[in-house]
């Protein structure tokens, strides 16, 4: 299937007084119409930059250094600043894990929402505010008719985040990119917040890149997922391999150390040893002074991104042993 967005070799650096911070490093990930993928990864490993590069969202000192995102015939790495602008919101959407950082205190929700609305759809302010109402309710805020005069402050986490998709799906577009859209919530308001992001993405056909450090969400709402480590794609896979066949170690940890409900086990906990900041990523795999199966190979050559059957991919020399398997990129 013709893929909505591919990102091919992208790099985001940031030039700080302290040297180059490298993180994304070399991202190759497609996203196909109407599919959710989720990109899983520690902290730091360059989950929201690859995102904020989609959407142009950098901010200073950081820029795409090299690499496209193509979009509908554009490279969204290089288009002027007002096509940008007409995709950010219009064709593409994002919600982040904290909505207040998206929401303008001084305005009232309906004034808000229907900002959203004039700008992309040219809607008059009193139509606006109606349709506002019309999407509150179908994200399931009570009382919709009252809320769009109260300011954000005056919500609940849960309200917020459903007014924050509620705005992003006022312009129906065809990607949202959902950066942990759910972690700062408790676990019910969470399940109905991925129901409803469920509900969207059926009634609209809506891709979704969904961002998260939990794994749960992954088997719960991706067809297909993407594992960073240290700015770089590790391991893609349709969500039954990922989670039957993890092809990278670093998978294989990550899948290990699952919190179950017996045990309150810190995420991540059983993978030794800590992320490498960008600055000093180590030589060879970025993952081998943290693997068990590291090779004295693994330390001076980086493995590329091999093919294994069923579109997995997997960057770790072990794959490539274990089968038929092609190179890919670097
Ligand atoms: N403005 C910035 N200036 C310098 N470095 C930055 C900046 N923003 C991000 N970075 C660095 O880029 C790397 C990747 O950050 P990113 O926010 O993408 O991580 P993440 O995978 O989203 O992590 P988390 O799960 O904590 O959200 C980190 O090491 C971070 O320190
Ligand atoms: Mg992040």
């Known amino acids: 299937m013709e893929p909505l967005l591919s990102i091919n070799g992208l790099k985001t650096h940031f030039f700080t007084s302290e040297g180059v911070v490298?993180?994304?490093?070399?991202?190759?990930?497609?996203?196909r119409r109407g599919e959710t993928l989720g990109v899983v990864g520690e902290s730091g490993c360059g989950k929201s930059v690859t995102a904020l590069s989609v959407m142009r969202l950098i901010p200073s000192p950081?820029?795409?250094v090299e690499g496209a995102i193509i979009f509908k015939n554009s490279d969204l790495a290089k288009v002027p600043e007002k096509e940008m602008r007409d995709i950010r919101g219009n064709e593409i959407a994002m919600i982040f894990q904290d909505p207040m950082t998206s929401l303008n205190p001084v305005y009232t929700i309906g004034m808000q929402i229907a900002e959203t609305i004039r700008l992309h759809k040219g809607f008059d302010k009193k139509k606006g505010i109606q349709r506002a109402v019309e999407l509150l309710r179908q994200v399931g805020i009570p009382r919709a008719e009252q809320i769009v005069d109260e300011y954000p402050h005056r919500l609940s986490g849960g309200m917020r985040q459903r007014v924050m998709i509620a705005m992003a799906m006022a312009c129906d577009p065809k990607l949202l990119i959902a950066d942990e859209p759910t972690t700062a919530l408790d676990v019910t308001i969470q399940a109905q917040i991925l129901d409803l992001m469920r509900a969207l993405k059926k009634e609209h056909g809506t891709s979704?890149?969904?961002?998260t450090h939990?794994?749960?969400?992954?088997?719960?709402?991706?067809?297909?997922?993407?594992?960073?480590?240290?700015?770089?794609?590790?391991?893609?896979?349709d969500v039954e391999t990922l989670f039957e066949h993890p092809a990278h170690p670093y998978t294989r940890g990550l899948l290990q150390s699952i919190p179950s409900l017996e045990e309150e086990k810190e995420w991540l906990d059983s993978?030794?040893?800590?992320?490498?900041?960008p600055s000093e990523m180590p030589e060879g795999c970025k993952f081998a002074p943290r693997c068990p199966h590291a090779m004295d190979r693994c330390h001076i050559e980086e493995p590329p991104l091999y093919e294994l059957a069923g579109g997995?991919?997997?960057?770790?020399?072990?794959?490539?042993g274990e089968g038929t398997l092609c190179r890919m990129s670097y």
């Open 312 to 320: 997995q991919k997997s960057r770790c020399f072990l794959a490539a």
């Open 22 to 31: 490298r993180s994304v490093d070399g991202v190759d990930l497609t996203i």
């Open 62 to 64: 950081g820029r795409i």
């Open 208 to 211: 979704i890149l969904m961002i």
């Open 214 to 237: 939990d794994l749960g969400v992954v088997a719960e709402m991706c067809d297909r997922v993407v594992v960073m480590y240290g700015g770089k794609v590790v391991e893609q896979a």
């Open 271 to 277: 993978i030794p040893g800590n992320v490498p900041i």
